[in-house]
């Protein structure tokens, strides 16, 4: 219930069944990455840090743990840590790809962010607020973004265009 919470951004209701779950069961799966994210989200890089090293620790490949790891490296403004972290995570999530597109900006990795930023036009199609702030991101570094092809549709009856 409290990873439905934090999905939720009801983030002290998230840390507080957090809590409750780790009284009861403090081997649960992801349960320290939910409570680092959720000490990130409430403001508390220490706590967060302290929460998802120990897990990265254990889980130096679980992409969940390196996207939180990605995105605490982006707070800190750690751009190069964020890259390393959000890339390798591999989740492929318009939010956490914008981090990323942003993060390689700042490092003036310009074709990476580019390629990044045209992945995230291509995966949001259908959500032209994250396609204009991927095209935001890239016009305050002079880049533009090519815009996704639509989808072909083929008329009915195949390509020829008749009928059966």
Not at 9 to 19: G, I, K, N, V
Request: net charge negative; charged share 25%; glycine share 6%.
């Amino acid at each position: 219930m409290g990873v439905l919470y934090y999905w939720q951004d009801q983030f002290d209701d998230a840390e507080r069944l957090l809590e409750v779950a780790e009284s009861k069961n403090p081997d649960l799966p992801s349960l320290r990455t939910y409570q680092g994210m959720t000490s990130m989200q409430l403001g508390r890089l220490a706590e967060a840090e302290s929460a998802l090293s120990k897990e990265l620790e254990e889980h130096p490949r679980e992409p969940l743990v390196l996207m939180a790891m990605g995105q605490l490296a982006f707070v800190r403004e750690d751009w190069a840590g964020a890259v390393q972290y959000l890339d390798g995570s591999k989740i492929v999530d318009t939010r956490v790809l914008l981090l990323l597109c942003e993060a390689q900006l700042r490092l003036d990795e310009r074709d990476a962010a580019r390629e990044t930023a045209q992945l995230v036009m291509t995966l949001s199609q259908a959500d032209t607020a994250v396609q204009a702030a991927a095209r935001r991101l890239l016009a305050e570094h002079g880049l533009e973004v090519d815009e996704p092809a639509a989808e072909a549709v083929p008329p009915p009856g195949g390509a020829g265009g008749h009928a059966p």
